[in-house]
């Protein structure tokens, strides 16, 4: 073998190496909120890649986050942005009050991959929790990420 092709034999089998490796880890799409000149991302608390699979089923890939938190003010505009994949699944927003569990807005199915919004009153010193859920055809989460609205006072 010359030495050339000894040079092509082992760079084909490092990609080779790297592709499955690769493989092994794949990361879930990241959401980014932003809001008042800031912005902050998460990725997936769970996450479902394979089509047919929801949250529910168990079998979807799970990671232990801790709660994005991005400060805001009453009235500011939020923007959400999703990755395209997000996107073409399809996804909803979730609002919701740890103080209240009553009070809990939630969207109905968008497949925009930016979606802005006027922030909810929140209770000086207050946060409200803002999820992200993706969801296949029958609106069944199909992943999940979440974020703390916390009032800048």
């Known amino acids: 073998m010359t030495p050339r092709r000894r040079l092509l034999a082992a760079a084909a089998a490092t990609s080779a190496a790297a592709a499955v490796l690769t493989g092994c880890e794949k990361p879930a799409p990241i959401v980014t909120v932003v809001s008042g000149g800031q912005s902050v991302y998460a990725e997936a608390a769970e996450f479902c ?25 009453p009235g500011e505009r939020i923007g959400i942005d ?10 909803q927003l979730v609002i919701s009050d740890p103080a ?18 006027t922030t ?3 209770a000086p010193g207050g946060q409200l929790l803002l999820t992200v859920r993706t969801v296949d ?13 916390v009032s800048e006072q």
Request: net charge negative; proline share 4%; charged share 25%.
């Open 82 to 91: 999703v990755d395209g994949e997000l996107a073409d699944r399809g996804w």
């Open 100 to 117: 209240d569990p009553q009070r809990t807005q939630a969207s109905g199915t968008i497949t925009d991959h930016y979606f802005p919004f």
């Open 137 to 149: 055809a029958q609106d069944a989460a199909t992943g999940e990420w979440q974020f703390a609205l």
């Open 49 to 73: 890649f394979d089509e047919g699979q929801t949250l529910d089923s168990g079998q979807c890939a799970q990671r232990a986050t801790e709660v994005t938190e991005l400060a805001v003010r």
């Open 120 to 122: 909810p009153g929140i």
